[in-house]
């Protein structure tokens, strides 16, 4: 099996290549668009700023391969947030996958949320054997609202999507490679799907 984990310059992806090889799983790490077309699974991570972000996506000719890619893809953090419609974080444009606006935490809570959070109302294959309210790793200062693609969700402020499913594209808000048990076994159930 091929696994791409794309690489744009905005990613801790050293983190993600680490938690597939303790599954025993190998990873390409790319941003080659027909690598990233012809692998069997495609990891779209993220840390950082979301316009650079999208910049870098579209120097490499990224932003126009990711939504017309067919096998399936997750979306990890930032790269979530970029597969929506648009961004309040610098009035960035995403890549419209999922329609449905990222917005930011108001003043009211810390940003950024940072640490641990448990998940709930999950609704996909991605969560077989992970329990509700099953705790996950999140940092992030912006958040998906809750629509009709949304497939867990959390509670800061409060209830967002913690994970969202459109199609053969996932993304989860929250870290699975540094998440522990929880975050291994979505891992593990995404290499599955």
């Known amino acids: 099996m091929q696994i791409a984990i794309?690489?744009?310059?905005?990613?801790?992806?050293?983190s993600i290549e680490f938690a597939f090889r303790r599954l025993g799983v190998e990873t390409t790490l790319t941003h080659d668009r027909s690598e990233v077309q012809s692998a069997d699974k495609v990891i779209f991570p993220g840390v950082g700023e979301a316009s650079s972000a999208m910049s870098k996506l579209k120097q490499t000719g990224l932003d126009e391969i990711i939504p017309k890619l067919e096998q399936p893809v997750l979306g990890i953090c930032l790269g979530m947030q970029l597969m929506c419609a648009y961004s309040e974080e610098n009035n960035t444009k995403g890549?419209?996958?999922?329609?449905?606006?990222?917005?930011?935490?108001?003043?009211?809570?810390k940003v950024p949320q940072?640490?641990?959070?448990?998940?709930?109302?999950?609704?996909?294959?991605?969560?077989?054997?992970?329990?509700e309210n099953e705790y996950m790793y999140l940092v992030h200062s912006y958040y998906v609202p809750l629509s009709s693609d949304t497939i867990a969700s959390s509670n800061y402020e409060l209830e967002y999507a913690t994970a969202i499913k459109k199609d053969n594209f996932y993304g989860v808000q929250f870290h699975p490679e540094k998440s522990s048990i929880g975050g291994e076994q979505l891992l593990k159930n995404f290499i599955e799907l």
């Open 114 to 131: 940072i640490g641990w959070n448990t998940i709930k109302n999950l609704k996909s294959r991605l969560f077989k054997d992970i329990k």
């Open 6 to 14: 794309i690489d744009y310059g905005a990613g801790n992806v050293k």
């Open 95 to 109: 890549l419209g996958i999922f329609d449905v606006d990222v917005v930011r935490f108001s003043e009211k809570v």
